[in-house]
């Protein structure tokens, strides 16, 4: 229900948009649950000599953390590609005479060199004390 009021609020062309924010957040969460799942059997294959009596429901918890994990991952994957500005910079021609990426302004005066410090002797320290 969510989603489908997710998606009926995105304008026409925002929808692929939303579609593919919803699809990575789902597989995220599916993705996190697996991995929870796996761990979880781990830690009960690695503990079988004990006896443990884990309610069910302790260990659907412990399944369930790693859902929401998983879908916040799914989100920031697919917003990392939306985003990604290297591959758009990439695939445009480059022009020779594009000057709007590279700073400007200033003066146009010519650069004159600084005059040079002129090198003085370095104070002179002793491990004595100064004479009075």
Do not use: W
């Given at each position: 229900?969510?989603?489908?009021?997710?998606?009926?609020?995105?304008?026409?062309?925002?929808?692929?948009?939303?579609?593919?924010?919803?699809?990575?957040?789902?597989?995220?969460?599916?993705?996190?649950?697996?991995?929870?799942?796996?761990?979880?059997?781990?830690?009960?294959?690695?503990?079988?000599?004990?006896e443990l009596n884990v309610p069910f429901v302790f260990v659907a918890a412990m399944l369930l953390q790693f859902g929401p994990i998983?879908?916040?991952?799914?989100?920031?994957?697919?917003?990392?590609?939306?985003?990604?500005?290297n591959r758009a910079e990439a695939e445009a021609p480059q022009s020779d005479n594009d000057d709007e990426d590279r700073p400007g302004?200033?003066?146009?005066?010519?650069?004159?060199?600084?005059?040079?410090?002129?090198?003085?002797?370095?104070?002179?320290?002793?491990?004595?004390?100064?004479?009075?």
């Amino acid at each position: 229900m969510l989603f489908k009021m997710i998606l009926d609020g995105a304008k026409a062309e925002e929808r692929p948009i939303a579609r593919g924010f919803l699809k990575h957040i789902v597989a995220g969460f599916a993705c996190g649950l697996a991995l929870g799942a796996a761990l979880v059997a781990g830690i009960f294959l690695m503990f079988s000599h004990l006896e443990l009596n884990v309610p069910f429901v302790f260990v659907a918890a412990m399944l369930l953390q790693f859902g929401p994990i998983g879908g916040l991952i799914g989100a920031g994957v697919y917003l990392s590609q939306i985003t990604d500005r290297n591959r758009a910079e990439a695939e445009a021609p480059q022009s020779d005479n594009d000057d709007e990426d590279r700073p400007g302004g200033g003066t146009k005066a010519p650069v004159t060199p600084a005059k040079a410090k002129p090198v003085s002797r370095p104070p002179r320290s002793s491990p004595l004390p100064a004479p009075a």
